[in-house]
Every structure is written in C-alpha cells, then in structure tokens.
C-alpha cells in the first residue's frame, strides 16, 4: 500500500476522534437541552458545531479518497478505530473510567482490523487482477 494511504488513514482516525470530542464540547457547552427557542440560539451560535460540520465534511472526503485505493472491508474497519481512539481520549483527558467491557469491545475491534488487515487480498484494478 502506498505511504499516501497510511497517512490518510491517520488523518482520517484524528478527524473522526475530533469530531467525537468536538460533539462533547459542544453538548456541554450548550446544555440544558430545553427544545426551545434560547437553547437553538446557544446551537447556532457554538463554535464548536461549525467545526464538527467542517470535520465531518473533510472526514468524508478523506474516506471517499481511501476507498479509491483500498477494499472497502478494511478501510470501513479502519474507520472503526476512532472509537478505540476516542475511549483512549476520554480517559486521558476527561476523567472518564474505562470498564472491562470497554477493553474487551476495544480488543475486538483491534482484532477484526488486524485480522482484515493480514487477511485481505489486495484490491483487483479496473485493468484487471495484477500481473503474475
């Protein structure tokens, strides 16, 4: 796989992470959730929304580019470890406690990636399969 892939996968890991932590800033800033009029106003006027849209919208570009080079099976596995990323980041920087079903679901998830990972054939090109 070429360098530009790897590095894409990253991006594309710390774009999901923060769009996860943006959402938590954004909910804490804007709470009480009340569904009237004063808490849209605190919706449309947070920073933090304007971000999560912009980080949503380069996260999915980013995707689509991924998924001209690799198999769907391990890049939408990929994209699943924003959620051991963001874990990771709760505890770290929020306090948060991490359960056992949380390493266990954590386990999983690393597992299945570098299960597809080492277990994936390398995608077929429109010109055919590879030389041999």
């Not at 980013?62 to 959620?83: C, K, Q, W």
Request: aromatic fraction near 10%.
């Amino acid at each position: 796989m070429k360098k530009i892939v790897y590095a894409l996968f990253v991006l594309l890991l710390a774009i999901d992470t923060f769009n996860q932590v943006a959402f938590k800033m954004a909910g804490e800033r804007t709470a009480p959730v009340t569904f009237d009029a004063d808490w849209l106003m605190r919706i449309v006027n947070e920073p933090w929304i304007g971000a999560i849209i912009a980080g949503y919208l380069v996260a999915f570009l980013i995707y689509m580019t991924l998924l001209r080079d690799v198999n769907i099976g391990p890049a939408f596995a990929a994209s699943h470890l924003e959620i051991v990323a963001v874990i990771i980041f709760s505890v770290l920087f929020f306090g948060e406690r991490l359960t056992l079903l949380q390493v266990i679901g954590c386990a999983a998830i690393l597992g299945g990636v570098a299960l597809l990972a080492v277990t994936e054939k390398p995608a077929e090109r429109e010109n055919g399969p590879p030389p041999q």
